[in-house]
């Protein structure tokens, strides 16, 4: 159903289009509102070796595995302090 308020595109319509980055008003709206809040305690990323059986036990766990890994591995620091 097509109304006065929301009416079907034409093609000059599209031409005529701007993504919306080329828009000035939106550059810091985009940028500022791109992706997850920035932890006080980021991660690194690193590369690790596992055991086969190790990696497909944690990956048939879900998603999630990594973290679940991090948590073993930070419990295991922290017993050992």
């Known amino acids: 159903m097509i109304d006065d308020e929301n009416p079907e595109w034409t093609d000059e319509m599209f031409l005529q289009a701007k993504n919306i980055s080329e828009i000035p008003e939106m550059q810091a709206f985009i940028k500022s509102n791109r992706g997850r809040p920035k ?7 690193i590369s690790i070796r596992l055991s086969p059986d ?10 999630g595995w ?12 922290s017993e050992q302090q």
């Open 39 to 45: 932890s006080h305690h980021p991660k690194k990323t």
């Open 54 to 63: 190790v990696l497909s036990y944690f990956k048939t766990t879900g998603k």
């Open 66 to 77: 990594q973290t679940r890994i991090d948590k073993i591995l930070t419990d295991y620091v």
